[in-house]
Nanobody, 116 residues
Framework: QVQLVESGGGLVQPGGSLRLSCVAS????????MNWYRQAPGKERELVVG????????PYADSVKGRFTISRDNTKKTVYLQMNSLKPEDTAVYYC?????????WGQGTQVTVSS
């Protein structure tokens, strides 16, 4: 079955960095666009960025442009989100996502908290 497992979240001070990982299984990873979403407390889930099978990204959310970078390793079936210059407003649960032919799948999420 399809599984998406995120890791790498945690507590970081403003200005710090984190790298999130999402390991996928159960589908042909290298053939699909993978996405990172986030959901802050009391807010709707929002798309941060996606990455196409060959590695090109979809547009970044304006709030993270220039600070976040998405990448993927098809040999490891893993998608990454490098987050630099973190701000308190980046605090959220970050989710990995893939849309297959008939269904959308989500990971369990990883909490990122940016606070001094």
């Amino acid at each position: 079955q399809v599984q998406l497992v995120e890791s790498g979240g945690g507590l970081v001070q403003p200005g710090g960095s984190l790298r999130l990982s999402c390991v996928a299984s159960g589908f042909a990873f290298s053939s699909y666009t993978m996405n990172w979403y986030r959901q802050a407390p009391g807010k709707e889930r929002e798309l941060v960025v996606g990455i196409r099978p060959a590695g090109g990204s979809t547009p970044y959310a304006d709030s993270v442009k220039g600070r976040f970078t998405i990448s993927r390793d098809n040999t490891k079936k893993t998608v990454y989100l490098q987050m630099n210059s973190l701000k308190p407003e980046d605090t959220a649960v970050y989710y990995c996502n893939v849309q297959l032919q008939t269904r959308t799948y989500w990971g369990q999420g990883t909490q990122v908290t940016v606070s001094s």
